[in-house]
Structure formats: C-alpha cells, structure tokens
C-alpha cells in the first residue's frame, strides 16, 4: 500500500516488562489503523558516560523526523537524566510532527498518561480490606516525581477513605530501584525505625530489594512483615517470595498513544482495539500467593519457547563461526546463517557505514568512526524469510529503504546499534511481520556476537594491511621506490613465466649510472643520491608497457616486461630515455652530467631458456656500451 503513514517511536531498554507492554499497545493499535512503526532504541542504558554507550546511544542520531507523522516518546525507559535531556533537545529542535510523550508531563509534548491514583488506592485497599492493616508504610519514588508523587496520592486516598490516619513519619521518598530500600531495611533490622505492619512500595524493584534484603537480616516476609509493589514486572513473579505487586495499564496506554497520534493526525477519534485495565495481583509477600510448585510450573511452561532459543544459542557456536571469518562476505554469509536464532523474526536488515573498517579516517580525525557516515550500505535484506547478502547504498537520510516499499500490511521495524565501544559499525533493523512483539535479552547476546565478529574482521584486514605494507617496504629501495633486489627477482620470475605461456617477447634492459663514485666523491653522496633518482626516474617514465624496473645495485638498474615489442619500439624507448637525460642536464643548474649506460636483450623465450642466463647477457652489453661512453669522455 502506497502512502502509509509512519510513527517513530523513541524507547530504551526494550527488553523489559514496562517497555514491551507498551510497545505491544502501540503495535496492536498502529496495525488497526494501517501506520507503519519504526522503534529507535539501545541495548545499554547506564547511569553513566562510557564509550560503550556512547556507542549505544548513537542509534538515536539516525532518525530524521522528516519521515514521520508523528513520535511517540517514552521518556521514563531512560534510566539517566542526561539521555532524556538529549531527547528533549532533539524533539524540540529538530522534530515538526507531534509528539505523544508517556507519563511525561511537559507543555511541548502531548501527554498520554495511567490513573496510578487508582491503581495505588486499590494495591493499598487490599492490604487495609483483606489483611486487616492500619500501620502501613509507603516507600514512594523521587519526590516531585510525577509517578511517585500519583502513587503517593493514591496511598494516602485509601488510607483516608478508610478513615485511617496518615503518619508523615510512614511517608518515605526514595527511588526506583533500590538504594532507598536497602536504606529502609537496614533501619527497620536495627530498631532505628519501628517494624510496620507493612511497606507498599513504589515500584516492583525497590519492592523485591526491601523484601530480599529484610528476609537476609532475619525478618519474615509475610509472617513478620508484608511487601507490595507496583508495575508487575516478569521479574517481581519470579522473586521468592514472589511480590504482590499491581499490573498497571500498559498495553491500554500504548494503544492511546496510537490514538492520540490519529486524532492529530486526522481528527478522527476511535477506539481502542481492545481493553487494558488494572489489575491486583497477589502474591507471597503478602501470604496471598499461590502454591509455590504451582507458580513453579506455570513459569516453567511459560518459558519454555525461550528457552527451546537459548538451547539453539547456546549449542550454535555462534560467536566460534563469527570469529573465524576472513573477510567481510564470509562473516555476512555466517551471520545470515545464524538468522534461525531470532525468535519469531521475519525481516532482517544489517546497514553498514561506508569504508566501516577504514582505519586510516581514526588517524586523520579522531572522531571520524564514532558517527555514521553519509552514506550506508545495506549488507544483509531479509523480507518475509526471503533474504540475500547484498551491497547496496543508499542516503543515510532515508534510515532504511524498506520504508518506502510497498507493503499489504502494517510493518513494525526495530533499529539498534551496532558498534564497537564508540566506533560506529552501522545498525541492525529488526522485524516481525504481524506480531505485536519485541525482542528479547538473547537478540542483545546474538548483537554482541556480531559486533565482536566485525572487529575481528576490522582488525585482520588492519593487520593484513600492515602486513602487505610492510612486505612491499622489504622490496622496495627507499629511495628510488623502484623495487630492489628482492622484489625484482620475485617480479622477474613472473614476467619471465608470462612470457613463456603467452609467447610474446622477453625484454631485458641493464642499466648502469655513469661517474656515479667522481660524483660522490667530488660534489658529496647527496648529490650522488640526486643522480641515481634521476636515472630511475627516466628508466621508470619512460617505459609504457607494464615493464618491471628495479634497482639492484648501488648504480645498478634493470628493467623486464613482457610484450609485443619490436625493435622500433625499443630504440624508442632508448632514445626516450636518452633525451630524458639531455632535458634533465639541460635544465638541472648542477655542475655534473648524468647519464647512463644501456644494454638489452629482447627474445621469445620458452622453457628450456635461463632467466639468469638473459640477465646475464643483457648486463654484458650495458658493460661493452659503458666502456664505448667511456671512450667518447675521455
């Protein structure tokens, strides 16, 4: 289908409970309403500047805007408040179309948001209806915060509503992950803090730190004290105990980004595809749980697909292939071969910048290998499990040219970054046709085997480079740049070998400087080294037919080739040369002559016929013309 409207979704760290829930909203609604979806996110998400996320956050450079009809923003999947000033930045600069932010609530974005009011009253409601609890205390996130501050609302409208009083004493700020909770058991262990009845915490994660870390000094969850949640993390079910936590409406809000998105896009304002509401869910921490050998099984059963992947992973030898690879085609080739892994993938794009393993643009610009290039060549297509290994450029600006293919449905793609610490390989594009999923921790391990392979790749042809460098330095004279000694009898061998299975003529030419040693000695060696380039010059220019020329000795030249020579063409190339030497001393203001000494010998040769044997006559005659110059000097 031609035109089909584009939404770019900015989200990190996918692999999680929060940010799958809501990308499986966005995808189910997006295909509803016929938009395609393109998902920028990384694998890394630290508190912190390393190269290695430098490496990861590049990703997000190659979005242009221009494409998309509208963003969806997650702004709550980055974990550091740098990254989300990027995006800020980014959105407010460069971005026209609208943005729907989540659980953001800025004036420049339009905020589509979940009632954690309720959601807590009703997590708080269970411990205060069904447990029978009054001393309750909520561990609620970064104050100001707007989350927290919701779920803090929340607990204090239960508590009021079931006319309990609260205690700003039980009211606790702290974070999301688990420094706060840490802090708070460590206080109620040691009497600093009187033992509550219960702690309803902000998230599932500060939840499962307060809980382990009570439960290590000596406290009881449930029967000392109960433990809630919030978010319902994959993560908080397979704790022990597991956590009784809320399963908010993630999905739900996923699908009114999308709908918010179409109303400002068309007008339009629709339903959602299907319903997503809150709900409790008890567990362990608070003695509501189910049966631990049933829980046991169900998760067993649950994860059973991925781990049928991970067994293929693990018994693949993936990263052993990858490594081995000599060249660039051949890593390609082993990649494309190791696709079957990806869980569910029916489209696979691998985009490589341009000259990705040049390693001369590091030592020109340091910062040349961070970034993308202008240019990005598309080396792996996939579509609907119909793939090749191709090599196809295409403007960096464009992101990927599958957007602009037609397509019968919706098409949802991720990008992710591939790179090497801060060195900047290109991105991978990942897709699953009609399913609403995303990918998980495996895809992350599966990518890192590919980053390592295109180092070692990079590096052996550095190394393969160098090598040659250095080979051809060893038969090459440094000052001439003519081949020498070595390199002349290997390269003569191989002209010498060509003319006996093609035929055509064998041509030797010796050459000697002439007074090289009055030169020296009267004007000093530069100056003999200025005479022997001269004459090297005039050998190496005058000769037009892929002859071979070298220096082999300190006033000693020979050239070889291979060709359809004929005597006026050598007398030619003598002259040339003759009159190469008459306009160098004619113009050159230095009080010596140079000049040299020629000797040749052209021939069919086959192979009962002596490389030395030729050389060996060729230099005779350079040394009878040496002395006849000699004579006409004297």
């Known amino acids: 289908m031609k035109n089909r409207k584009r939404i770019a979704v900015i989200i990190c760290d996918v692999y999680h409970t929060y940010q799958q829930r809501i990308l499986k909203g966005i995808i189910q609604q997006a295909h509803a309403l016929n938009y395609d979806v393109a998902v920028f996110t990384m694998f890394m998400n630290f508190d912190e500047e390393t190269n290695y996320q430098y490496g990861e956050n590049n990703i997000f450079k190659i979005i242009n805007y221009d494409l998309f009809e509208a963003v969806i923003y997650i702004p709550n999947s980055a974990s550091k408040l740098a990254q989300r000033e990027l995006f800020d930045q980014s959105l407010k600069t460069k971005c026209k179309a609208p943005v729907i932010a989540l659980e953001f609530d800025e004036p420049q974005y339009y905020n589509v948001g979940v009632d ?3 959601g807590f009253d009703e997590l708080v409601s269970h411990l205060i209806e069904h447990h029978h609890l009054q001393d309750i205390v909520c561990l609620t996130g970064f104050q100001h915060n707007m989350q927290a501050e919701a779920r803090l609302k929340g607990y204090c409208q239960a508590m009021r509503r079931h ?39 902000v998230s599932d994660f500060v939840a499962m730190s307060l809980c382990n870390r009570l439960i290590e000094l000596g406290i009881r969850v449930p029967e000392d004290i109960l433990i809630a949640g919030y978010d319902a993390a994959k993560e908080s079910s397979h704790n022990v105990p597991s956590i009784t936590s809320y399963s908010r409406p993630l999905t739900g809000m996923g699908m009114q980004a999308v709908l918010k998105a179409h109303e400002l896009l068309t007008g339009e304002r629709v339903q959602p595809v299907s319903e997503d509401k809150g709900r409790l869910i008890t567990a362990e921490s608070c003695g509501c749980g189910e049966d631990f050998a049933l829980r046991l099984i169900r998760h067993q059963k649950r994860i059973r697909s991925a781990t049928d992947y ?325």
């Open 116 to 118: 954690d009011v309720q």
């Open 163 to 201: 006319g309990l009083p609260i205690n700003s004493n039980n009211i606790i700020y702290g974070d999301f992950w688990v420094a706060a909770a840490l802090d708070l058991a460590q206080k109620l262990a040691s009497g600093e803090r009187p033992l509550p009845e219960a702690v309803v915490c």
């Open 310 to 634: 991970a067994d293929l992973y693990n018994t693949s030898h993936m990263a052993e292939s990858l490594n081995s690879a000599k060249t660039l085609n051949m890593c390609l080739e082993r990649i494309s071969g190791f696709l079957y892994l990806l869980h569910g993938m029916t489209d696979y794009y691998l985009c490589m910048c341009d000259k990705w393993d040049d390693y001369e643009c590091e030592e020109n610009n340091g910062t040349d290998y961070r970034e993308y290039t202008d240019t990005m060549r598309l080396r792996i297509k996939v579509k609907d499990h119909d793939g090749a290994i191709v090599d196809e450029p295409f403007d960096r600006s464009c992101i990927l040219p599958a957007l602009f293919e037609e397509s019968v449905i919706p098409r949802v793609w991720y990008f992710t970054p591939l790179h090497f610490n801060e060195r900047c390989f290109g991105y991978e594009v990942l897709g699953y046709g009609t399913q609403p999923l995303a990918f998980d921790k495996l895809y992350q391990t599966w990518t890192s085997n590919l980053n390592n392979a295109l180092e070692f790749v990079r590096m052996r042809n550095i190394y393969n480079s160098m090598h040659q460098r250095l080979y051809m330095a060893s038969i090459r004279d440094t000052l001439t740049g003519l081949f020498n000694r070595k390199g002349f009898w290997r390269y003569s061998a191989e002209m010498f070998a060509k003319s006996i299975n093609t035929g055509k003529p064998f041509l030797v030419i010796a050459a000697d400087l002439d007074c090289l040693k009055l030169i020296n000695d009267t004007y000093g060696h530069i100056e003999g080294d200025n005479a022997i380039s001269v004459t090297a010059n005039v050998l190496n220019t005058c000769l037009n037919h892929g002859e071979v020329c070298a220096r082999t000795g300190g006033d000693e030249f020979v050239a070889v080739g291979c060709a359809d020579y004929t005597e006026e063409m050598i007398a030619q190339y003598l002259n040339n040369m003759a009159q190469s030497f008459k306009w160098y001393n004619s113009t050159s203001e230095k009080p010596y002559e140079v000049g040299a000494s020629f000797g040749y010998v052209c021939k069919t040769v086959t192979e009962h016929d002596s490389l030395q044997e030729i050389l060996d006559e060729a230099d005779a005659r350079m040394y009878a013309n040496k002395v006849e110059r000699k004579k006409l000097r004297l």
